[in-house]
């Protein structure tokens, strides 16, 4: 007499429904994984639109972007719209700053083309002088001051302008084109070097 089906492991003919089964719910766990990266990334692009709007209307609303323009307009620079809510204005002749671009409010100054700045080889750069508009946002006109307070510091005590300048090194020093570090002159040195002696000798 012959084995039931039942008994040697289930009917044949019904495995193939089971594997379909498990197939479906490997596409539905995959299509739950893509929507959810998918949504985390649209959230975090949402987001970063805000920031980028909110860069923008700041310094609209502080006067730093307007003087970006007047400035702009003083020497005859060509105003071309950028990435992320910033102006470029390319083609500026004076001789300072020495710097290939510079930054006031939300406009980007270059010596060079628009095009030349918003090259992907340049997307460091970019993004270093679009955190100088972050900056604006925050301080409004106070940033000039502050800017060049810590570029003395930072001048006194290394001979760059950058190194130890707070806000290039928020920038990001190396996409600014700046030696991420560099030794103390000296006399600083000297003064560093007996301020802590003297305190471990105080203990």
């Known amino acids: 007499m012959a084995t039931p089906p039942s008994d040697r492991g289930g009917d044949p003919r019904r495995r193939p429904a089971t594997t379909g089964h498990a197939a479906a719910t490997r596409r539905r766990h ?10 985390r990334a649209i ?5 970063t639109r805000r920031r980028h709007v909110t860069r923008t209307v700041l310094t609209a609303a502080n006067g730093t972007t307007g003087a970006g323009l007047l400035l702009a307009l003083a020497t005859r620079t060509r105003i071309r719209r950028g990435r992320n809510g910033v102006l470029i204005a390319e083609g500026w002749r004076l001789p300072m700053p020495p710097a290939s671009c510079f930054t006031v409010g939300s406009v980007i100054i270059t010596r ?6 918003l090259a992907e080889e340049r997307a460091e750069l970019l993004a270093h ?30 001979g760059s302008y950058g190194v130890h300048n707070y806000f290039e090194r928020r ?22 070097s007996g301020g802590r002696t003297h305190s471990t000798s105080g203990t």
């Open 112 to 117: 060079r083309s628009a095009e030349w700045l």
């Open 43 to 47: 959230g975090r692009g949402a987001a």
């Open 129 to 158: 002088e679009s955190r100088h508009a972050g900056q604006y946002a925050v301080l409004g006109p106070l940033f000039w001051p502050a800017y060049w307070v810590a570029c003395g510091w930072s001048y006194l005590a290394t």
């Open 30 to 39: 995959v299509t739950r994984t893509v929507l959810a990266a998918a949504n």
């Open 171 to 192: 920038a990001g020093l190396k996409a600014g084109g700046y030696p991420e570090e560099l030794p103390l002159r000296p006399w600083l040195r000297r003064i560093w």
